[in-house]
């Protein structure tokens, strides 16, 4: 399975972003997709999570500002990033994990819960 991101850029905070990522194959039916980032200097935390079901999960400090979704016929899966602040800069990952609901997925270890990673987008926002 491979994940290829894009959509990545510089923007000014208050500005928005969406980023892409296309999956080459499903293995199985049930899974669950996410958006997980990292920080310079911090710890990978998950971001966002939707799955098979397209039920969806935020972390707290996006909550109202990031939007998860999928597009099943074209297999991508998109985070549109609104009212961007300097501290969701970072390396943005899209990752998957089979037989996992959203719900699960957003409490598992960050580094360990997911199947299969892509590369990354970088995500830089100044103030």
């Known amino acids: 399975v491979e994940l290829v991101e894009s959509g990545g850029g510089s923007v000014q905070a208050g500005g928005s972003l969406r980023l892409s990522c296309t999956v080459s194959e499903y293995t199985y039916n049930t899974y669950c997709l996410g958006w997980l980032r990292q920080a310079p200097g911090k710890e990978r935390e998950g971001v966002a999570f939707?799955?098979?079901?397209?039920?969806?999960t935020y972390v707290d400090s996006v909550k109202g500002r990031f939007t998860i979704s999928q597009d099943k016929a074209k297999n991508t899966l998109y985070l549109q990033m609104n009212s961007l602040k300097p501290e969701d800069t970072g390396m943005y990952y899209c990752?998957?994990?089979?037989?996992?609901?959203?719900?699960?997925?957003?409490?598992?270890?960050?580094?360990?819960?997911?199947?299969?990673w892509g590369k990354g987008t970088l995500v830089n926002i100044s103030s």
């Open positions: 990752a998957i994990v089979w037989g996992m609901t959203a719900i699960q997925a957003l409490g598992r270890d960050p580094d360990y819960g997911m199947d299969h």
């Open positions: 939707i799955d098979s079901n397209s039920r969806s």
